[in-house]
């Protein structure tokens, strides 16, 4: 039943894969209007491809949906261009494919009088192509950021406009092979409208589900059974939540500082996808930890799990207990719990898992900071921590858990502590850069170890300052590929200068809205002095919360980030255990963030002036409920003390400022809301903004050898 279930959603998703009417591949990418369009006298990207004739299949293909004559118009545009036996190879494999959900993949006679499709010219096969298989292949060989040969040296992804990525890599030879398969053999083509790349094979596009990819991959056999016994495969099902509506705020009542993309009021719709990111341990890796079959298994996972209420507090606070019998399907079940504890609810190539050093940013981590991320899995109220650690081989070694005694906490000046101090407990779990298997709806990763939510991770992993990019609490930034976009990447719906994404208010499942009057706008990577790069900001006479991640339970501070400035918000905090506006309590002072930071409700001052670099004033400024910014982030000195433009240091204009809400009991059992309330009702030009959450236990805080370091 289950496998026929899942079939039968899969010939669903297919269906609308290949349907002529696809709002979900479209993603947000709007149709061109192509009566503000005009033909160039220069070469195009059309130009260029209809004079070369080893690319006249992938013309056809063009002509056939209409975008030759957006190749022959303004744009910005990246084009890998597929030639004549690549197309033809391609078309084949779809047409024989045994294992098509849909017959032939949707291929059709294009006439009752057309001869059979083998017996066809290599001309009349791709009229076999649907109009949609067309603009399918069409949109996944094209972006509308810029990406020449340099900038597609390495391992990485490129977006494109169907709203999924391919991989790139690059080969010993120097050659750069595009998904797997297609090599780029013509580089750096420009024209008036883009840039184009010649391929000798078309990219292959990913249409099924996790489940299967594994299944067929036969690597991970023993993972994939408990995936299927467990009903988990059936949960990575999902695709879309649907399509949303966004109604932009009109200019004049944003005082001009938002531009809606079509004018005043401009309205439309966005799809919101669905994805997962699956670490999973193959075979290989299975045998050498003594684990040969489904039944062996399933006895590790009942060792592992079997008393997890004497550390998950989440079945202990609700009175819980874990099942170790064979009823795999249930969520209680310590088979269940452990593959759970493999799955995010956010699609991820292994290059998106952390926000690393050295990625095309304004703003970045600073020498010896290290990028770490951290994320909520399926099994109920649990987190990971994805970690890339600075001094472990070239520094881009990625690790799921890893644990080192006193993380965040230093007994050295601006630095994150002595070796002495930081016991590696743990090296963690970790994730090989290669050998990722992608699917229609997320990646799974391959990993080197056994990965549990055993008792270490929330005693121990978990057990720092816990800082939360918007990103990462929102996944739906991540699943629908808006995380990685940068300022002027173009395409962008509903966006205001091209710096902010607006999205509909009722995008997102961990957000709650007390107020319609609100305009959500998600800040593109750019020159934002923020933690990843990014921010969200909410416009308007906001009133909404936002679902905390769950962190094991205790005594918390919590604290927000923000830039103090004269069109600041004045506002007002709450904590709950649920979105329901009943439970919400007031959490600290009603808060101006317009409050310059040398006033004395601060109290900061210039650390460049000072001797102990500002030591004492951060003990004055905590005390009445402000820190400077992290050490981490915006810019940083390569020689002694940075007297130039980091979070810490920065004197004068937008300096960075945590402003810290208060101490609160954080229960895993239970759900935990954090509500933000304008109260400059009248007002519309005020925005709050939400760079980041930090979460820090109170062991961290009141340690009495060491001290919270500055990063």
Not at 24 to 49: K, M
Not at 442 to 459: A, E, F, N, Q, S
Not at 653 to 672: A, F, I, K, P
């Amino acid at each position: 039943m289950i496998n026929k279930i899942r079939k039968t959603v899969m010939w669903l998703a297919c269906a609308a894969l290949f349907a002529t009417q696809y709002p979900l591949l479209t993603s947000c990418n709007p149709e061109p209007d192509e009566s503000d369009l005009y033909t160039f006298t220069g070469e195009t990207i059309e130009s260029f491809i209809q004079k070369d004739s080893t690319l006249t299949a992938f013309n056809y293909i063009l002509a056939r949906v209409g975008y030759d004559r957006m190749m022959a118009s303004y744009g910005s545009y990246t084009c890998f261009a597929p030639m004549n036996d690549g197309v033809m190879a391609y078309c084949d494999s779809l047409y024989n494919d045994p294992e098509a959900v849909i017959p032939h993949n949707g291929m059709t006679k294009p006439s009752p009088e057309a001869p059979d499709y083998m017996s066809s010219s290599n001309e009349d096969k791709l009229k076999w192509l649907s109009d949609s298989l067309c603009e399918n292949i069409v949109k996944f060989h094209l972006s509308t950021t810029y990406r020449n040969i340099v900038s597609l040296t390495g391992n990485g992804e490129v977006s494109t406009l169907l709203g999924y990525e391919f991989s790139y890599s690059s080969t010993q030879k120097g050659q750069t092979i595009l998904g797997d398969k297609a090599i780029i053999v013509s580089s750096d083509n420009e024209t008036t409208n883009g840039i184009v790349h010649v391929i000798d094979n078309v990219i292959p596009r990913f249409t099924r589900f996790i489940g299967d990819v594994l299944e067929r991959d036969g690597g991970y056999t023993i993972f994939s059974e408990a995936l299927e016994k467990t009903g988990l495969a059936d949960s990575l099902l999902a695709y879309t939540k649907g399509s949303f509506e966004y109604k932009q705020l009109t200019r004049e009542s944003f005082s001009g500082w938002l531009y809606p993309a079509n004018g005043p009021g401009s309205s439309g719709k966005m799809d919101c996808k669905v994805g997962f990111t699956v670490f999973a341990e193959s075979d290989e890796v299975m045998r050498a930890n003594g684990i040969d079959s489904f039944d062996k298994l399933v006895e590790y996972a009942n060792k592992q799990y079997g008393n997890a209420p004497e550390w998950y507090d989440y079945l202990y606070e609700n009175g819980l207990t874990v099942s170790t019998g064979t009823d795999y399907e249930n969520r209680l079940n310590a088979l269940n719990m452990f593959v759970a504890y493999h799955i995010l609810k956010a699609s991820m190539s292994a290059n998106q898992l952390v926000f690393e050093k050295g990625s095309s940013t304004y703003w970045n981590y600073a020498p010896d900071a290290d990028p770490h991320d951290y994320y909520e899995t399926m099994l109920p109220h649990t987190m990971m921590k994805i970690w890339e650690p600075s001094n472990v081989g070239t520094g881009k070694s990625l690790f799921i858990n890893r644990y080192r005694t006193n993380n965040t906490l230093t007994d050295e000046l601006a630095s994150q502590g002595s070796d002495a101090m930081h016991e590696l407990v743990r090296p963690g779990v970790t994730i090989l850069r290669t050998g990722s298997l992608q699917a229609y709806n997320g990646y799974v990763h391959p990993i080197t170890g056994m990965l549990v939510y055993d008792r270490i991770v929330p005693k121990g992993v978990l057990n720092e300052r816990m800082r939360v990019n918007c990103s990462s609490l929102f996944p739906e930034l991540i699943n629908n590929r808006f995380r990685y976009w940068s300022t002027g990447d173009g395409n962008i719906p509903s966006s205001h200068d091209g710096s902010r994404l607006g999205i509909p208010s009722k995008f997102f499942d961990n957000v709650v809205l007390y107020d319609d009057n609100i305009c959500f706008n998600y800040c593109l990577h750019g020159a934002w002095r923020c933690f990843q790069s990014d921010q969200m900001q909410f416009w308007g006479q906001y009133d909404f919360a936002f679902r905390l991640p769950s962190v094991p339970s205790g005594t918390y501070e919590i604290r927000v980030v923000y830039a103090p400035m004269s069109y600041g918000s004045f506002m007002q905090y709450y904590i709950g255990t649920s979105s329901n506006i009943s439970s919400m309590q007031p959490l600290g002072l009603p808060f101006d963030a317009t409050v310059p930071v040398e006033d004395p409700r601060i109290g900061m001052t210039n650390v460049n002036e000072e001797e102990d670099m500002g030591v004492a004033t951060d003990v004055a400024m905590h005390n009445r409920g402000y820190m400077r910014g992290p050490y981490s982030y915006c810019g940083h000195a390569e020689n002694g003390w940075s007297t130039t433009n980091n979070a810490r240091f920065e004197w004068g204009g937008s300096m960075t400022v945590r402003y810290v809400l208060g101490r609160v009991q954080l229960n895993q059992g239970n759900e935990n809301w954090l509500r933000i309330k304008t109260l400059n009702p009248n007002s519309k030009t005020n925005p709050v903004g939400l760079d980041f959450v930090e979460i820090v236990p109170t062991s961290v805080l009141d340690n009495q050898q060491y001290t919270e370091d500055w990063y």
